[in-house]
């Protein structure tokens, strides 16, 4: 299973960015996929969710109502579309797929697969 990620880059504060990922190797419509990311110094942290269908997400607090995780499974592809982008957004994004559904979908011990990062860097 190998996961690539892209559409990271630098950016000002305000802007836009939309990042993809897509999955080779894998039935990829068969599990969850989330976003995580890791600012230098700090842990990595959940972004957002969504399930096999799509039709269900859920984000960390601080970006709801300025990112949107999609996904096309004809494409094996999920998007995190990010508007509105603040500095405190900068850090490297990664995609990831979920595979152990005894662990809470918002730690990184529920994914087994994860792509390779694409930092996002916002300017002030």
């Known amino acids: 299973v190998q996961l690539q990620a892209?559409?990271?880059?630098l950016v000002?504060?305000?802007g836009s960015l939309r990042l993809s990922c897509t999955a080779s190797g894998r039935t990829?419509?068969?599990?969850?996929m989330a976003w995580f990311r890791q600012a230098?110094?700090?842990d990595?942290?959940?972004?957002a969710v969504t399930g096999r269908n799509g039709g269900s997400t859920y984000y960390v607090d601080s970006v709801k109502g300025r990112f949107s995780i999609s996904r096309d499974n004809a494409k094996n592809?999920?998007?995190?579309q990010m508007n509105s982008l603040k500095p405190e957004d900068t850090a490297v994004y990664y995609c990831a797929a979920?595979?152990?559904?005894?662990v809470s979908y918002y730690l990184p011990q529920s994914y087994t697969y994860?792509?390779?990062?694409?930092?996002?860097t916002v300017s002030s």
């Not at 994860?114 to 996002?120: D, E, H, K, R, S």
């Open 6 to 9: 892209s559409g990271g880059g």
């Open 12 to 14: 000002q504060a305000g």
């Open 28 to 32: 990829f419509s068969s599990g969850a």
């Open 40 to 42: 230098p110094g700090k």
């Open 44 to 47: 990595r942290e959940f972004v």
């Open 77 to 80: 592809t999920v998007y995190l």
């Open 98 to 102: 979920r595979t152990i559904y005894s």
């Open 114 to 120: 994860w792509g390779q990062g694409t930092l996002v």
